[in-house]
C-alpha cells in the first residue's frame, strides 16, 4: 500500500491525524516522504487493520531508515530502528524474548551477566551505556543470560581504571546484540503501561530485514508464563565455592572463616551471593536446581539458600518445591532471594503472579512490617507472591512501596525467610546486608 491509499484508508488527511492522534503536520510528511514512518505503524495498524506488510509496501528495504543497521520488532508490529553493535544476529536464530527495561545508572554488565535475565531483552532507561567498559571481575555468571539490549546513545570508547574492553568487543565475543539509538523512554512507556511485549531483534551482515519475519517470531514467542529456565542457567553438577567479596586493591580475595556449611541450589544465582555468603561466615556448597531433597541434606549443611533465577516460578516448581519441602521438614534453616523466595512460598503452600510490569532496576523501595525502616533494594522479577494465598503461620514481612507487592515472607515454626529482593546487591548499598547475618544467626541457633 502507497501512502495515499493509507490515509485514504483512514478516511482523509483530518481523519487520519484525528485516529492516530499524529497531528496533520506529520501526515504531510508522510506524503513528502512518501512513506509512514516506522514508529507510527502501530497506531496505523490499531486504526486501519492494515499489516506490517502492508505498510512495507512492495519492497521491505525502503522502509529501512537511512544509516539503521538494526531493528527491535514487537509482536504488535511496531518497529524500533537503530546501530546494531555487539554480535550480528543470524536468521535462523534470532534473539526474540520478553523485552523490559532496567532503571540502574551503573552495572550494566552485572545486569547483562544476570542469570535472573534468561529470556528478556533489556532495555537501559539510563542513556549512558557501555562509558565504563567491561572486565573480568563484572561478571556474574559465566555468559550473558539476556537475549540483547536496547540503549538510547552509541556506544562510545570507555573511560574507566578497571575497563579491559569496550562494550561492543565484550558483546561480540559473547555472541550478544544490542541495539543504539532507540527511543528507550517511548519503549519504556510501552512497557510499563500494558503488559510487557514480546520482541525480535535483528542486526543482518546483510542490511536486509524481512519485517515480517521479525513480527511473526515474535508473536510466536510463547512467554515466560509457564516456562522453565532455571535448569538453562543452573550449574549441571555441586561444587565448592571459596571467594570472598571484592576488596580494594585485592579483588576477590578468599575468607578465611567459614563456622557454618551452606548448601547453595542454584536456579541462577548471581556470584555475589555466594561472595556475601561467604563474606558472612559460610562455607558453601553449590548444588544444581533440580538436587532432589536428600542430594542437599547429605552434604550436612548448617542451612540451605535458595537462590534467584528466571521464569515463572510454578513451572520451576515442579521439581524444587518437592525438594525445598524434604528439606523445610528435616527443619534445616531456609534462606530464600528472587525466585527462591517465590519457590519457599509455593513449598509453603502459597501461590504466585505474573505482574503487569515487573520490578526491575536498582531503586526499588521496599518497607519492613516489623521495624518500619525502608530499604532502597535491587531487584529482577516479573512474578510474585499472592498475599492472599499464604497459609496460616507463613507471616508477610515486606512489602513494594511501589506496588504493594509481597517483598518478603517467613515462618517461624519452619525456621525459614525470604525476600523478593537482592540483599548482595548494594544499592543502598548496605540496606540490605543485614539478611545475611539474619540467616547466619538463624543456623548458629541464636534466634
Known sequence: MNVDQIIARLGGAHAAARLTGVGLEAIRKWRQARSVPSKHWSVVMAATGVSVADLQGESPASAVPPGATAALVLADGAVFWG??????TDPAALPVGEVCFNTGMTGYQETLTDPSYAGQIVTFTFPHIGNTGANAEDVEAAGVAARGLVVRQDVTAPSN????????AWLRGQGVTGIAGVDTRALTIRVRNGLPPHGALAFPRDGRFDLAALQAAASAWPGLDGMDLAGEVS???SYVWDEGTWRWGEGFAAEADARLHVVA???GAKRNIFRSLRAAGCRITVVPAASLAEDILRHRPDGVFLSNGPGDPAATGVYAVPAIQGVLAAGVPVFGICLGHQLLAL?????TYKLERGHRGANQPVRDLATGRVEITSQNHGFAVDDASLPEGVLVTHVSLFDGSNEGIACAAKRAFSVQYHPEASPGPSDSAHLFGRFTAMMAGET
Open 83 to 88: 546501530l546494531g553493535f555487539g554480535a550480528h
Open 161 to 168: 581504571w578497571r575497563s579491559v574492553q569496550g562494550l561492543d
Open 235 to 237: 550449574c549441571t553438577q
Open 265 to 267: 541450589v542454584d536456579y
Open 347 to 351: 513449598a509453603l503452600g502459597g501461590r
